[in-house]
Structures are given as C-alpha cells and as structure tokens.
C-alpha cells in the first residue's frame, strides 16, 4: 500500500491508541475533569456555569463535556475526545500534505501525536483538558490560512480562533500569527483580510456573551472568566515562567519532537524560509505559543497547543531531508526517525493503559450515594467535585472546590466567603466530607488545623472570615466518624 493511502487509517489507529489510557473504565475522572463533569451534568439539568458552579474556565469545555454526558456520561466524554483527536490529526495532515507533500505530512502528524499522552494523560484518571479540544480548532485555521486568503477563509479562521478562545484565552497564538503574516506580507492589501478574521473572532464570542446575558451569568462570566485570570496569571514571577517554557521543552523531549521543532524553528529563520505561508505561520506561533503558556503556572496540558506548530515544524524538517538526501537514504530515514519518536510514548501508553485507580473516588461517591438522599445537597470540602458527579449529588454552593475562589490572593474577598457561608446556611448540606487531606492548598476542616494551617503555594491564603464556616460547622453538625476507603472526615446535619 502507498504512504499516501495508508496515511489516514494510520492516523486513526494512532489517534485511538494515544487516547486508550484516557478510556473511564477502571479510572476516575480527574480533579479538573470533576469540574468540568459536574458543570456539564448542571447545564444539562438547566443550570448554568459561573451562577450554579464557580469555576474560572470559558463555557466551551462544559458545552462539549455535555455532549459527552448526554452520550453515556464518562464513556461519552471519552468518544467525543476521540472524535476531536481524530478530527485535528486528519485536518492537520491535509494542511501538511497540501504545502510539504504525503510523506513528510505523515512525519509530522505522527510526531505531534507521539508527543501528546505525556501532555495531557494521567495516571489512573480520566482528563478532560481545554487545551485538548482546542487542537482541531488550531489545525483548521492552519488549513485555511495555507491557500490564497479569500474572504470566506478570513472568517472561517477568525471564527475558529475566537471559538479556540471560548476554551481558554491565551490559546489565542496561531490566530494572531496568521494576522501579523497577513498585514507583513500583503501590507496595504492586508486590511481587509485581517478585518474579516477579527470579525469573526468576534462572532462566536458574541454568541456566547448573548447566550450568558439570556442566563443573567454575563457578569458572573466576565468575572470569573477574566478577571479571576488575570489575578492568577499575574501573581508567577519570571523565573516561574522561565521554568514553565523549560518543563514544556522538557515534556516534548523524549519523543524527540522538541529537538525537532525546535532545530527546524532555528533552521528555517537561519535561511529565511518565509515563502511557504504555513511555515511562516509556524516560525511566528510558535515562540507565541510558548510565552502564552507560561501565563499562570505551567501545568502539562499548557503545552498542548504548541503542537500544531511543531507538526509543522516536523513536516518542514522531513521535506527538508526528503530535498536534500537521495530517496533511497531518505525514506528509511524518516521511517527510522518516527519509530525512534513513537517508543517512549508507546511505553508510556502501555502502561498507563493497564495502570487502573484504586477505588477509593468511586467507593466515597458510592457512600455518598447510600447514606444522602437524592435531593439532599452534599458539601465537599476540597478540591474533589468528581465524587459529587460520581455520586450523583448536588453542591449546596456554587463554590463547588474552594480554594481558587475564596484563597486567591488578589480576588479573594471576605464578601466570597460570606455568600459561602449564607449558601451553608440557606441549603443546610445533610453531610460534609472533609477531602482537605487529599486536595489542593485546603486546609482541614477543623478551627484549630485552619488557624495553624500554612499554605503551601504562596499565590493562596484563607481568609481570617473563613473561621466563621468552620464554627457554623461545628455548631450545627456532629463528627460523623470517617468515610471508609478515603479515610475523610465526614460531619452530618444535626437533628432539629
């Protein structure tokens, strides 16, 4: 069989592997994925994200998690993932194959798969990260940014980077690198182009501002989505965003694609490779991809969207062999080249695809589950909404985790945690699970462990108000001994 013909089922085959180890049987969804999870079930129910669950991401991941949950839950979540991968690996490689040719089009698109599972899978958890479905949004607007810049392919490319942005909003890098290629190379001619493409940016934005004002969230949204970003973001110290580029070159490394993009990157500004549009798309978004990920604290799945760039930066490097070195040293060249990039990954996936969780997260849902009732509301205490979508329960508070909300230096405000408090005071949770040990920066329930608690990230620090949630607690519910494999606190609403 051709290269060219067996390139698109390689994709898909390759595609559904890297994304096995995210399969939910046998694992638990992931603390963020929680959020995302139980935002999702909420919208489905009529709820709406930043007035029934605070959490300081976009709507587009609760949206497309909803599709999921509607479809079966967590398997469902699981099959539009795979959806998504399938779709921006098949994008990417007819962007790559139209400018660099079947063979270095598959080169790159591998490579960039490769690359992936160790940004964004995780040990024994199901993730559901924004970066992720943003990828196919990313490689469409490559896609049509690769030919001559009709109108229609403006806006369809400003349409994909503003939906890009409604899943988080630094992943803003390839939008803006079309623009400034546009307006540096087409100049006087280029105002028209790079109109349309901010137009429309703006129109899947405005839709989702109509939608959030119909809801009465518009403000809450701005507020969550903006202005609690932009605290946090502004709170790392330079050597934090020196030491985030470096852990996403450090992540990229083993499959060698870092070494790669990165040769390519320096290759290409060296001979001045700027005829092909979407090599120069890529020389320009690619250092942009990089800034913006250091824009807050530079978890793994912040690198995510440099891989579209660096796909083209690989396929740029294979064309370049495939130019220079005769065909019969060239091909199993590159052949050798990919296998050598696909073994730290396949080991990877190997075994994070027969690595299962260990119960526990299911086995505190289901206690929940058996000693609340269906419309009783369930305070967790901590950073662990997956047990709350697990079990089938709701919050009594928007502030579904706590920390980010009521900790942050720089939006926390005692006013946050008084309406926590009014919240308790109003719903009257019939019990509280105390996932402070297990959680992040969450100190542990109890007034003395809150006065001497120390938190471990400077960026966080709980109010001196907060000792008033944790008297309430004391006064109106009793010590209910512990959940049995977690081993959490639990306290349940004292009898009338």
Same mark, same amino acid.
């Not at 992540?251 to 070494?259: E, I, K, Y």
């Given at each position: 069989m051709r290269v060219g013909a067996a390139g698109v089922p390689l994709l898909v085959l390759v595609t559904t592997l890297v994304l096995l180890p995210n399969h939910p049987a046998g694992r638990d969804p992931a603390e963020d994925s929680g959020v995302f999870f139980y935002a999702a079930q909420r919208l489905l129910e009529g709820g709406a994200p930043y007035r029934d669950i605070w959490d300081h991401k976009p709507p587009g991941v609760y949206f497309v998690d909803a599709i999921g949950i509607a479809l079966g839950r967590e398997i469902g979540v699981w099959?539009?993932?795979?959806?998504?991968?399938? +779709?921006? +690996?098949?994008?990417?490689?007819?962007?790559?194959?139209?400018?660099?040719?079947?063979? +270095?089009?598959?080169?790159?698109?591998?490579?960039?798969?490769?690359?992936?599972?160790?940004?964004?899978?995780?040990?024994?958890?199901?993730?559901?990260?924004?970066?992720?479905y943003a990828l196919p949004l990313q490689f469409g607007a490559l896609l049509l940014c690769r030919e001559r810049l009709t109108r229609s392919r403006a806006l369809g490319i400003g349409a994909l980077g503003g939906a890009a942005l409604l899943f988080k909003p630094t992943l803003i890098g390839i939008l803006v690198a079309i623009g400034l290629v546009t307006l540096l190379r087409a100049r006087r001619a280029a105002a028209v182009p790079v109109v349309l493409i901010a137009f429309g940016a703006v129109v899947p934005l405005a839709i989702v501002m109509a939608w959030a004002a119909a809801r009465g969230v518009l403000g809450e949204m701005v507020d969550q989505a903006v202005v609690y970003n932009r605290a946090y973001a502004g709170f790392a110290p330079v050597s934090n965003r020196i030491d985030a580029v470096l852990?996403?070159?450090?992540?990229?490394?083993?499959?060698?694609?870092?070494?790669?993009?990165?040769?390519?990157?320096?290759?290409?500004?060296?001979?001045?490779?700027?005829?092909?549009?979407?090599?120069?798309?890529?020389?320009?978004?690619?250092?942009?991809?990089?800034?913006?990920?250091?824009?807050?604290?530079?978890?793994?799945?912040?690198?995510?969207?440099?891989?579209?760039?660096?796909?083209?930066?690989?396929?740029?490097?294979?064309?370049?062999?495939?130019?220079?070195?005769?065909?019969?040293? +060239?091909?199993?060249?590159?052949?050798?080249?990919?296998?050598?990039?696909?073994?730290?990954?396949?080991?990877?996936?190997?075994?994070?695809?027969l690595t299962t969780a260990d119960g526990r997260i299911r086995s505190a849902a289901a206690y929940v589950t058996a000693n609340t009732r269906p419309q009783d509301t369930v305070l967790i205490w901590g950073s662990h909404a997956e047990v709350l979508f697990l079990a089938d329960r709701r919050s009594p508070t928007r502030y579904v985790y706590q920390y980010a909300a009521l900790s942050t230096r720089g939006y926390a405000t005692p006013a946050r945690v008084e309406q926590f408090l009014l919240d308790l005071q109003r719903a009257r949770p019939a019990l509280i699970v105390d996932a402070s040990r297990d959680s992040f920066v969450t100190p542990p329930l109890d007034p003395a462990g809150l006065r001497t608690w120390v938190s471990p990230e400077p960026q966080y620090a709980p109010l001196p108000e907060l000792e008033r949630v944790v008297e309430f607690i004391a006064a109106n519910y009793d010590r209910a001994g512990a959940e049995p494999a977690t081993g959490w606190p639990l306290w349940r609403l004292r009898a009338p």
């Open positions: 099959l539009v993932q795979l959806g998504f991968l399938i +779709a921006a +690996a098949l994008i990417g490689y007819r962007a790559l194959r139209g400018e660099f040719g079947v063979a +270095a089009a598959l080169v790159g698109s591998l490579a960039w798969l490769v690359a992936l599972p160790r940004l964004f899978l995780a040990d024994a958890a199901q993730t559901s990260f924004v970066e992720f852990s996403g070159l450090r992540l990229t490394l083993p499959s060698g694609l870092a070494v790669v993009a990165v040769g390519a990157w320096l290759y290409a500004i060296a001979t001045r490779r700027w005829a092909s549009t979407l090599l120069a798309v890529a020389l320009v978004a690619f250092p942009l991809e990089v800034a913006l990920s250091t824009w807050g604290r530079g978890y793994h799945y912040y690198f995510i969207p440099w891989l579209p760039s660096m796909a083209v930066l690989t396929a740029f490097a294979a064309s370049e062999v495939r130019r220079v070195v005769p065909t019969r040293f +060239a091909r199993p060249a590159l052949t050798t080249m990919v296998l050598l990039m696909s073994v730290q990954p396949a080991l990877l996936i190997s075994r994070l695809a």
